[in-house]
């Protein structure tokens, strides 16, 4: 919901499917950074590990750190939601049914 929010605000017509299945969909280093948030998370051991100097190296050391906060960030937000039992607020399911639809979510 973030990434469409900001490229409405950008004018940048990001494909959210794609980010998906991992090609990038039209951010910057998408790919790279969907490797990354799948090496750190393990969510997908067919695709090529990253590391943190590949990160270093392509987007620089306060990229790294950002990134690494955003994965972490995330991953607590979804953990208390889940172990809290955190429904998902009516306006925000209403407004994410496009957006689920269309990532298969």
Known sequence: ???????EHDNVDYDLAALKNGTGGGVEDGELLIRFVDTV???NAEAPAVDRAEIRDVLGE???VDIAAVIATFEATDRIADATGTPLE???EAATVALRKEIGF
Not at 1 to 7: F, Q, V
């Open 1 to 7: 919901m973030l990434l469409r929010a900001s490229g």
């Open 62 to 64: 306060a990229a790294l």
């Open 41 to 43: 998370m393990d969510l």
């Open 90 to 92: 009516d306006y925000k």
